[in-house]
């Protein structure tokens, strides 16, 4: 059925226009100044707003808005093994669908209509994306490095399966596989992963170097550094997205170049879980690696807000360079949209005629944006979340003026969720 949204008085490029979406495409951009007429079966006043691409979240645990707040300030394997892993551990696939809804709903509140996802329920995680109207990459995870080898076949067998069954969903959702890292996964099945994902060109999913311990513990156990190792194994050859690559030799920087690897940056996460050290920003670019952004989950971030990602990725860039010319606003912006843009199948950055019909509007009458003097600095440094207005995907309005439907039930749901889900392994 087709469907004709009409977003009247925008502002795009210093001009004031009128955006025509049809079919979840941008149809016609027509200056407000030439008065021309569009039949549509919804409009969306932007009088006072801008017109602009949407975020791009490159690396993220949806569902886990659930363990938000519950262990900060902790060192890292503590936070894990006493946190996370006991209640995931018995989280169910309800629990997963209203963490990764209540995910979705801060996302779109901040601007953000893709993110490429790794938790433990592929359809739990799709269903939410599907219902509320965004896009995203999903991977189906691995871990079995503690598993029997008769296991490892079980994990194949629902890759393949999930790997049919996403057809059922739009083409909002994409499919991954996600073996977790280095020190998560056996090298039996990354090596099969790394077949599956040749054989049928899926995006391979992956944490990769992020911290010293993980560099260390992979030249124990695998003879090589983690960039080195998935290079022996074809791993490199696949679409990868490696997230955090903070912990790299100027080798794995030419490998992750030469592979076009498209390298996630987690800023808050890595400076959270201190894993001591940062990501080669102006090394990578060079190199040829697609450099994107990312928050991580909400249980290391602890936000899903990328403006705060972009600001505190300049700023250390900037701090560890000693050069304040560092990751500029523009290139931050990059990395949260255009870069990782065509990998990811989506819209860049340029509101054209052609393009998907995914948008955000900015509402220009907020003070932190003004004096006007640049949209792109005061997006990185002074805006947070909370200067997008309205939210559209696919050409349909997921957020009109901070309002999204459904918000308050999700809230309430997901705080059950999470009530319910901690009650039970503290109480077992
Ligand atoms: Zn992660």
Redesign the pocket.
Same mark, same amino acid.
């Given at each position: 059925m087709s469907s004709s949204l009409l977003i009247t008085d925008a502002t795009l490029n210093d001009q004031r226009v009128n955006i025509y979406c049809e079919d979840g495409v941008i149809a016609a951009i027509d200056p407000v100044a030439k008065n021309v007429e569009r039949n549509s079966d919804s409009t969306l006043d932007a009088r006072g707003m801008f017109a602009y691409p949407p975020l791009i979240n490159s !690396?993220t !645990?949806s569902s886990m808005t659930l363990f938000r707040g519950n262990g900060d300030d902790l060192p890292l394997m503590e936070w894990l093994t006493q946190r996370v892993w006991p209640y995931e551990r018995g989280i169910t696939v309800d629990e997963i669908y209203w963490g990764a809804k209540l995910a979705i709903v801060e996302m779109i509140r901040n601007g953000t209509v893709f993110f490429n996802d790794?938790y433990w329920d592929f359809h739990a995680v799709a269903k939410a994306v599907e219902e509320m109207g965004v896009r995203a990459m999903i991977a189906s995870v691995i871990i079995d490095v503690n598993d029997e080898p008769a296991k490892r076949q079980k994990h194949w067998d629902r890759i393949e399966r999930q790997h049919q069954e996403v057809e059922k969903y739009s083409d909002r959702v994409q499919f991954a596989v996600a073996p977790h890292a280095v020190y998560t996964v056996s090298e039996e099945s990354y090596r099969w992963v790394v077949d599956f994902c040749k054989r049928t060109g899926t995006v391979l999913h992956t !944490?990769l170097s992020e911290t010293e311990g993980e560099v260390e513990g992979c030249i124990k156990d695998h003879g090589g550094r983690p960039v080195e190792y998935l290079h022996r194994i074809g791993a490199l050859e696949t679409n990868l997205v490696a997230?955090h690559t903070v912990w790299l030799t100027e080798s794995d920087i030419a490998l992750l170049g030469e592979y076009g690897v498209v390298c996630s940056h987690n800023p808050v996460s890595n400076m959270k879980l201190a894993v001591n050290g940062v990501y080669p920003y102006r090394k990578l670019q060079a190199a040829g690696a697609i450099t994107a952004l990312a928050t991580?989950?909400a249980g290391s971030n602890n936000s899903l807000d990328m403006f705060q990602d972009m600001k505190i990725a300049a700023l250390l860039q900037k701090l560890t360079d000693n050069d304040t010319t560092s990751l500029s606003a523009h290139e931050v912006l990059d990395m949260a949209s255009d870069n990782p843009a065509k990998f990811f199948n989506l819209g860049g950055k340029e509101l054209v005629v052609g393009r998907q019909a995914d948008l955000i509007l900015i509402d220009h009458t907020r003070p932190e944006l003004n004096p006007a003097h640049s949209l792109e600095s005061h997006l990185v440094y002074s805006a947070t979340g909370n200067v997008v207005d309205s939210v559209v995907c696919d050409g349909k309005v997921l957020m009109e003026h901070r309002h999204i439907e459904g918000e308050e039930e999700i809230i309430a749901k997901a705080n059950e969720a999470a009530r319910v889900l901690f009650a039970r392994v503290d109480d077992a």
């Open positions: !690396h !645990h790794m !944490h997230a991580d989950g």
